[in-house]
């Protein structure tokens, strides 16, 4: 299966909102991560099975969010997920915000790099090959 964009949508808590009833913008980093885990899961690659159990971990080198329109509590909002890059020693993925009415929200972006359990970077072709495999297989069906 081919991995696109996936859509995960949830709806805005109080919690996710400053004093002034705006979602506060570290909220935007949380969300992609969540959504980040809803694209594994949907083509199959759950996080926790596929990676952190076996002694990946997916550390993040940069994140970016460009804010574009308030957000509010209790507004539905979709994240649209893709992995834009998949190397034998990263992944990065791209985000959009989306509210219920089509405004884009938010874009931004996250670059990951694989470590194991010790914190080193691993080359995951060379330290799982039949995951790789997997992820590359799956990545090139998209393109």
Request: charged content about 25%.
């Amino acid at each position: 299966m081919a991995m696109g964009s996936v859509d995960y949508t949830m709806r805005v808590k109080w919690g996710d909102c400053d004093a002034a009833g705006i979602s506060y913008y570290a909220k935007n980093f949380e969300w992609f991560t969540d959504a980040r885990f809803e694209l594994f899961a949907h083509y199959g690659f759950p996080y926790m099975e596929t990676f952190h159990h076996k002694g990946i971990s997916l550390v993040c080198l940069k994140a970016e969010s460009d804010y574009k329109k308030m957000i509010r509590p209790l507004e539905e909002i979709t994240i649209k997920t893709s992995i834009s890059e998949l190397t034998r020693t990263r992944m990065a993925f791209t985000y959009q915000i989306v509210k219920s009415n089509g405004e884009l929200a938010a874009e931004g972006f996250t670059a990951h790099a694989y470590v194991n359990s010790e914190g080193r970077p691993l080359n995951l072709k060379k330290s799982f090959p039949a995951l790789w495999n997997d992820l590359s297989i799956a990545q090139s069906e998209k393109e």
